[in-house]
């Protein structure tokens, strides 16, 4: 790596392999209903608690820096984390995103986030002006025709409050963009106390 390459990456909190597993046979089940959207691979499904972008390789030893420290610094607690229903952006009526919210442990998602937020501000980072709203990403929509009526059906009523797991640690997290898709490599992994 040369210090002027560039770096997309982000910062999340992972489901296990369990969750994820059964988020993609959730999908699965949908997929043939609506062909057309892009839905996301079993191994991808993440909450993002701070999208950073492509940065310069520089860009991110300063960021890695400035979370070692807040993570060294900041004891966290581990917290319970119970999915909820599935929902849109920017809406249910012209949806361009699909993605299943969070019932339990919000607060704490949101205030992990703002640290966040806080830290790539420090580290010379563009911040984000929109209110950061938990979720896991499902599926992108390029044409809102590609969305059957029976697929909308079951996407709105799917509840997934039966999914808890307890977030332990944070994920910063490089992604490469392939033809078929991001491939996710964890560059660092902060725990977070129990």
Same mark, same amino acid.
């Given at each position: 790596?040369?210090?002027?390459?560039?770096?997309?990456?982000?910062?999340?909190?992972?489901?296990?392999?369990?969750?994820?597993?059964?988020?993609?046979?959730?999908?699965?089940?949908?997929?043939?209903?609506?062909?057309?959207?892009?839905?996301?691979?079993?191994?991808?499904?993440?909450?993002?608690?701070?999208?950073?972008?492509?940065?310069?390789?520089?860009?991110?030893?300063?960021?890695?820096?400035?979370?070692?420290?807040?993570?060294?610094?900041?004891?966290?607690?581990?917290?319970?984390?119970?999915?909820?229903?599935?929902?849109?952006?920017?809406?249910?009526?012209?949806?361009?995103?699909?993605?299943?919210?969070?019932?339990?442990?919000?607060?704490?998602? #949101?205030? !992990? @986030? +703002?640290? $966040?937020?806080?830290?790539?501000?420090?580290?010379?980072?563009?911040?984000? %002006?929109?209110?950061?709203?938990?979720?896991?990403?499902?599926?992108?929509?390029?044409?809102? #025709?590609? !969305? @059957? +009526?029976? $697929?909308?059906?079951?996407?709105?009523?799917?509840?997934?409050?039966?999914? %808890?797991?307890?977030?332990?640690?944070?994920?910063?997290?490089?992604?490469?963009?392939?033809?078929?898709?991001?491939?996710?490599?964890?560059?660092?992994?902060?725990?977070?106390?129990?």
């Amino acid at each position: 790596m040369y210090l002027n390459e560039v770096v997309r990456c982000f910062i999340a909190v992972n489901p296990g392999k369990k969750i994820r597993t059964e988020i993609s046979d959730w999908i699965q089940s949908l997929k043939n209903k609506a062909p057309g959207l892009k839905w996301v691979k079993d191994e991808a499904l993440h909450i993002t608690l701070k999208f950073c972008g492509e940065i310069e390789l520089k860009d991110l030893i300063r960021l890695q820096f400035f979370l070692d420290q807040f993570f060294r610094v900041n004891t966290m607690s581990s917290f319970p984390l119970t999915l909820g229903k599935a929902g849109a952006f920017p809406s249910l009526q012209r949806p361009r995103t699909l993605w299943i919210g969070i019932e339990e442990g919000q607060d704490h998602l #949101i205030s !992990l @986030a +703002s640290c $966040m937020e806080d830290i790539c501000r420090k580290s010379g980072l563009s911040t984000d %002006k929109r209110i950061f709203h938990p979720h896991i990403t499902v599926a992108r929509v390029k044409n809102a #025709i590609d !969305l @059957a +009526s029976s $697929m909308w059906y079951d996407f709105e009523h799917h509840n997934f409050t039966h999914l %808890k797991w307890e977030v332990k640690e944070v994920q910063l997290i490089q992604s490469n963009l392939t033809p078929d898709g991001p491939i996710y490599t964890t560059l660092r992994s902060y725990g977070l106390v129990r």
